[in-house]
């Protein structure tokens, strides 16, 4: 059968729940049609009917089982939500129901026997939100989380490991977010945990303080053109305040230094050596004394 | 029983073995001087076989291949050699220790041996033996004893799948091969190696004159004996006993170091032979052109070595094209066409060969 | 105590290390038994951390039971704590092969839920990437696919093309996988000059190449015998099963929501859904081809529609989608890409469900290699198509 053979006999979402309510009484709760996609709230009890219905009937003819899956309802416990779709039609339905037992022992009936991709999906749902899904043939072992895994992690009771351990480092966090949106300016306190940008201002510290010695050393050889190069290198990558020395800029495209620099390339090729191996034989002096201790 | 075959011996010309020039010198040396060819034969010539296979595979595959070690890379195989001689030598804790440090030396050992009767140059061989088709195949079908041996001690699923894998395909590729070759020493009148490759020179296409190489009138034997080769040697598509996609490294999985490397020195060492050996039957050996002569004395050898190694490395550069642009088969349809195929076709050739001889006289 | 010791205890199962010695079974003449084959977590077949256990009887499989979760991240929870413009980065991490298809499914999302109109050159730059983006995922399949069936050269000629798109793509987005290039109402950042000429160059060149696959691997008479017949799939099993994407159009039917459901503006363009025969692993591969050409051929139409203007909405300081629940579908490289997306009115979703389309394919596993040889197995586990991240989430 070629796809969407009977788009133009669609059922309207109207007609759809009149359909529904028609085959199936009171295991219809409702509808709502929000956001371009209609939903229709069932009955736990008429959960598995309701899917038989959809896809037997021949005005629906949903086949193609798209997705299940659990939503944490606060205290009214979870939801179960599945979305078929048609391809004869191109009419998507959303079928929702409320778990029985609350959030203590939320039960749904499975779908396993109506279509066959409801076994993995009903597995993930054990997983994630611990809903039992009587009639499934093994909702063991845990499917995506490891196997001796406590806890049920996508229940709002369930916190983020890292988020109990650690506050989020710096500013990004949505809830440092006053009310009308402005971010709420946050200075790190004593324990709090030190953010990426602590690190970075060390970090940049460092690297700056090391560029200036290997300018220094070059600088000492002779080789002008080293340190122009060195200097906006370390402003880009690292603190804006050390953008402000522009000299170093201005002495690379100086044609007259450009000029000097290739006429003495040699020279300051064996002056850059020399000064590497002036570098190394301090090193190994600094390094001695140590190994002898 | 004996009035029957004795008038036919009688036909069968004496077999007086050729002469090596490498019986010079008395026993010691000539000694030396000959596990001096086979060893060159062995570890060199697989590693300039392998040195091709690195360059050809990356140049037909939009790469450049090995580049650091050595000029071109060349050394790379020697440096993949010492790498593997350093690194640890384990063994899984449920392996069968013996067998399992035995299975690579089996194959090693079976592959070195064969290579005492492949001539390179009139003269340049280790031993000729009246039986040296036979001696060859024999032995380099032990080879997968080996493999067995080492499917089997790895305890290990993969490997055992891998060993049994090679078993079978063995036994259905062994077949062609040897009714193929059996096709050549008819023609030729000897088991020989060297009577071979000196009857391809004398022989004449269809009494005309024309001077021509057994592949002319047993095109079909030597497609199926190179077929034949690949499956023996588990070279792609045939290696399933491999097939790293399915069986991560079949056989080989649970070896490392110097054991990992007598394998892989084992499979160089098998495209070698097996080109040597479709030389030698099918392409004149170290003739350079059929019904062309190489000049007398040591030039005379020289270059005929260099003819039939030239000859050896075209013939591995086929097999690396044919891994860079084919899949692997399965094992069944390898089985299906081994038995349905190549059987009865290899038996046409040997009844063809059969009748043309009897023909031409 | 000696090896022989050890093995001793080894093969009765007594000693650590059960499972990897090989069970001797009875002791009389032609005993055998079925054996259970581990394939994974870490085997070259699956790439990735992905296990399948088979029962088999010689090389033939009896049942298959794949064990996914190796590589779940958690990426619906860490979702729930992160606003609608950090998830972006989040959600290209799941399928790293289309990191730019998946951005693009949430941005969706979040922009249906606030009933927002995205500039029209956005939307074309999205469906403009989207197919760069496609193209780039199958290419990657083209060439392990071929790999898995012991083809080693197609790989590095899929790379050759890989490496033009990624260039390509990198001058727009700055990123190779995860780009990162969406934002709710549009895109980040404006195309870079010249892009567009690049785009049409790339887009010649990569067609100007595709015959080499065709003649490499489709044509190949090896290739042929391993795939042709090799786990079908019915349409009907498909879809109850929610396997979508190349292996549904493999089975015949042309359920593509370019087509049937267009987003962006799909429906201004014409778009082929190419189909293969019974839905073996050649159909599968067939199409996967197939597709890169209709990807070739969007490109080329997008080119001549793009428009000028601005390519993204002034958003508030912080987006913040309404109340209430949406699903957006888009098709991924894979397959149907489904985002639901639930809000409590806050600052971050309520629950954010990824239905991923390798989860759904990979469920069908069991299904197409019952009875099957094992090299067929894995020409079947290569012929699915799958990322493991997408499975796992």
Not at chain 3, 316 to 328: F, H, L, N, R, S
């Given at each position: 059968m070629s796809v969407l053979a009977r788009r133009d006999r669609a059922l309207t979402p109207e007609e759809t729940e009149a359909l529904l309510r028609d085959r199936l009484g009171d295991g219809i709760i409702g509808s709502t049609l929000a956001h371009r996609m209609f939903t229709v709230h069932v009955a736990p009890s008429a959960?598995?009917?309701?899917?038989?219905?959809?896809?037997?009937?021949?005005?629906?003819?949903?086949?193609?089982?798209?997705?299940?899956?659990?939503?944490?309802?606060?205290?009214?416990?979870?939801?179960?939500?599945?979305?078929?779709?048609?391809?004869?039609?191109?009419?998507?339905?959303?079928?929702?129901?409320?778990?029985?037992?609350?959030?203590d022992t939320p039960v749904c009936p499975s779908l396993n026997d109506v279509y066959r991709g409801a076994n993995w999906m009903e597995r993930e749902t054990w997983d994630?939100?611990?809903?039992?899904?009587?009639?499934?043939?093994?909702?063991?072992?845990?499917?995506?989380?490891?196997?001796?895994?406590?806890?049920?992690?996508?229940?709002?009771?369930?916190?983020?490991?890292?988020?109990?351990?650690?506050?989020?480092?710096?500013v990004k966090e949505p809830a440092e977010l006053d009310e009308d949106g402005n971010v709420i300016e946050r200075v790190p306190g004593i324990g709090d945990a030190p953010g990426p940008y602590v690190l970075d201002e060390a970090m940049a510290a460092q690297a700056i303080a090391l560029r200036q010695v290997s300018a220094a050393i070059d600088a000492a050889a002779g080789n002008e053109a080293a340190v122009a190069s060195a200097e906006p290198t370390v402003s880009d990558a690292t603190m804006p305040e050390a953008s402000a020395p522009a000299s170093g800029t201005a002495a690379s495209t100086d044609p007259a230094a450009a000029a000097d620099a290739a006429r003495t390339a040699d020279e300051q090729r064996r002056a850059q050596a020399e000064a590497r191996a002036r570098k190394a034989a301090e090193r190994a002096a600094d390094e001695t004394p140590e190994e002898q201790a | 029983m004996t009035t029957v075959i004795a008038p036919v011996a009688t036909l069968l010309p004496v077999f007086a073995p050729a002469e090596s020039l490498l019986d010079t010198g008395g026993t010691v040396v000539s000694l030396l001087l000959k596990i001096a060819f086979i060893t060159v034969m062995f570890l060199v010539v697989p590693l300039v076989g392998g040195y091709l296979e690195h360059k050809g595979m990356a140049r037909l595959q939009n790469r450049r291949g090995p580049v650091e070690a050595g000029p071109a890379g060349s050394l790379q195989l020697v440096a993949d050699g010492i790498k593997f001689i350093q690194k640890e030598d384990i063994i899984p804790g449920a392996a069968d220790r013996k067998v399992f440090a035995m299975a690579p030396a089996i194959g090693l050992v079976a592959t070195l041996l064969s290579f005492a009767v492949i001539p390179l140059a009139p003269g340049l061989f280790a031993l000729d033996l009246e039986l040296g088709l036979f001696y060859v195949l024999a032995i380099s079908s032990v080879g997968v004893l080996g493999i067995m041996m080492a499917g089997w001690a790895s305890a290990n699923k993969f490997s055992l799948i891998g060993g049994l894998r090679a078993a079978a395909q063995l036994i259905a590729y062994e077949l062609p091969l040897i009714l193929v070759a059996v096709a050549v020493a008819l023609q030729a009148g000897t088991l020989s190696?060297?009577?071979?490759?000196?009857?391809?020179?004398?022989?004449?296409?269809?009494?005309?004159?024309?001077?021509?190489?057994?592949?002319?009138?047993?095109?079909?034997?030597?497609?199926?004996?190179?077929?034949?080769?690949?499956?023996?040697?588990?070279?792609?598509?045939?290696?399933?006993?491999?097939?790293?996609?399915?069986?991560?490294?079949?056989?080989?999985?649970?070896?490392?170091?110097?054991?990992?490397?007598?394998?892989?020195?084992?499979?160089?060492?098998?495209?070698?032979?097996?080109?040597?050996?479709?030389?030698?039957l099918f392409l004149g050996g170290w003739q350079p052109l059929p019904g062309l002569d190489l000049p007398d004395g040591a030039l005379g050898v020289l270059l005929g070595a260099g003819v039939t190694l030239g000859k050896i490395m075209l013939l591995v550069f086929v097999m690396i094209w044919v891994r860079v642009a084919y899949p692997r088969l399965r094992e069944d349809q390898l089985q299906r066409i081994s038995w349905t195929v190549l059987v009865p076709l290899s038996l046409v050739n040997l009844a063809v060969v059969a009748v043309g001889k009897v023909v031409a006289g | 105590m000696s090896d022989l010791d050890v093995r001793e205890q080894l093969l009765q199962g007594t000693a650590p290390g059960e499972g990897l010695a090989i069970e001797l079974v009875g002791d009389g003449d032609l005993v055998t038994a079925d054996m259970s084959l581990s394939i994974g977590p870490a085997h070259p077949a699956t790439h990735g951390v992905f296990r399948v256990v088979f029962e088999m009887d010689g090389e033939r499989i009896l049942r298959a039971k794949p064990v996914i979760g190796y590589m779940h991240r958690g990426f619906e929870k860490l979702a729930e704590y992160r606003d609608y413009r950090q998830i972006m980065a989040l959600v290209n991490r799941h399928d790293w092969l289309s990191g730019f298809s998946n951005e693009l499914g949430v941005a969706l999302a979040v922009e249906q839920m606030l009933e927002m109109e995205v500039p029209e050159r956005a939307q074309w730059i999205r469906m403009l990437m989207a197919e760069w983006n496609r193209i780039l995922n199958h290419l990657m399949f083209i060439g392990s696919f071929a790999l898995e069936l012991g083809a080693i050269t197609p790989m590095f000629y899929a790379f050759r093309e890989r490496e033009d798109i990624q260039h390509l793509m990198e001058s727009?987005?700055?990123?190779?996988?995860?780009?990162?290039?969406?934002?709710?109402?549009?895109?980040?950042?404006?195309?870079?000059?010249?892009?567009?000429?690049?785009?049409?160059?790339?887009?010649?060149?990569?067609?100007?190449?595709?015959?080499?696959?065709?003649?490499?691997?489709?044509?190949?008479?090896?290739?042929?015998?391993?795939?042709?017949?090799?786990?079908?799939?019915?349409?009907?099993?498909?879809?109850?099963?929610?396997?979508?994407?190349?292996?549904?159009?493999?089975?015949?039917?042309?359920?593509?929501?370019?087509?049937?459901?267009?987003?962006?503006?799909?429906?201004?363009?014409?778009?082929?859904?190419?189909?293969?025969?019974?839905?073996?692993?050649?159909?599968?591969?067939?199409?996967?081809?197939?597709?890169?050409?209709?990807?070739?051929?969007?490109?080329?139409?997008?080119?001549?529609?793009?428009?000028?203007?601005?390519?993204?909405?002034?958003?508030?300081?912080?987006?913040?989608?309404?109340?209430?629940?949406?699903?957006?579908?888009?098709?991924?490289?894979?397959?149907?890409?489904?985002?639901?997306?639930?809000?409590?009115?806050?600052?971050?979703?309520?629950?954010?469900?990824?239905?991923?389309?390798?989860?759904?394919?990979?469920?069908?596993?069991?299904?197409?290699?019952?009875?099957?040889?094992?090299?067929?197995?894995?020409?079947?586990?290569?012929?699915?198509?799958?990322?493991?991240?997408?499975?796992?989430?």
């Open positions: 959960w598995v009917d309701t899917f038989t219905r959809c896809r037997d009937e021949p005005l629906l003819d949903f086949d193609l089982f798209d997705t299940l899956h659990g939503v944490d309802a606060r205290e009214d416990g979870f939801d179960v939500v599945a979305i078929l779709y048609s391809t004869s039609t191109g009419n998507r339905l959303c079928l929702r129901t409320r778990c029985e037992g609350g959030r994630m939100f611990g809903i039992e899904f009587p009639g499934h043939p093994a909702l063991e072992p845990r499917i995506l989380t490891v196997e001796n895994f406590e806890g049920w992690p996508l229940r709002k009771d369930f916190h983020l490991a890292s988020r109990v351990a650690k506050p989020w480092p710096g | 190696l060297v009577g071979i490759v000196e009857a391809q020179q004398s022989s004449e296409l269809f009494g005309t004159g024309i001077s021509m190489w057994y592949v002319f009138p047993q095109a079909l034997g030597f497609g199926i004996f190179f077929l034949a080769a690949l499956a023996e040697l588990s070279r792609p598509p045939f290696d399933m006993p491999i097939g790293d996609s399915e069986l991560v490294f079949g056989y080989i999985t649970e070896y490392s170091g110097i054991k990992f490397a007598m394998f892989l020195l084992t499979e160089y060492a098998g495209m070698i032979l097996m080109s040597g050996l479709t030389v030698v | 727009a987005t700055g990123g190779r996988l995860h780009f990162t290039y969406n934002q709710v109402g549009g895109v980040k950042i404006d195309l870079p000059r010249g892009f567009l000429a690049e785009s049409a160059r790339v887009s010649k060149l990569t067609r100007s190449r595709m015959p080499d696959y065709d003649d490499l691997v489709l044509g190949n008479e090896i290739f042929r015998g391993r795939t042709v017949d090799i786990g079908p799939l019915p349409t009907d099993v498909a879809l109850s099963l929610g396997v979508t994407g190349p292996a549904l159009h493999a089975t015949g039917l042309a359920e593509d929501s370019r087509v049937t459901e267009p987003y962006l503006k799909y429906g201004d363009i014409d778009v082929e859904v190419p189909v293969g025969r019974n839905g073996d692993a050649y159909d599968r591969f067939a199409v996967l081809l197939g597709r890169i050409r209709v990807s070739l051929d969007i490109i080329d139409q997008i080119h001549d529609h793009m428009t000028s203007g601005p390519v993204n909405q002034k958003l508030p300081k912080m987006v913040k989608a309404p109340e209430g629940a949406t699903y957006v579908r888009t098709e991924n490289p894979l397959g149907q890409l489904g985002y639901w997306l639930e809000s409590d009115g806050g600052r971050t979703p309520w629950r954010l469900k990824m239905r991923t389309p390798s989860f759904s394919n990979v469920q069908a596993i069991p299904y197409l290699v019952q009875g099957q040889l094992l090299p067929d197995a894995i020409s079947i586990l290569g012929s699915v198509f799958f990322v493991v991240g997408d499975i796992d989430r």
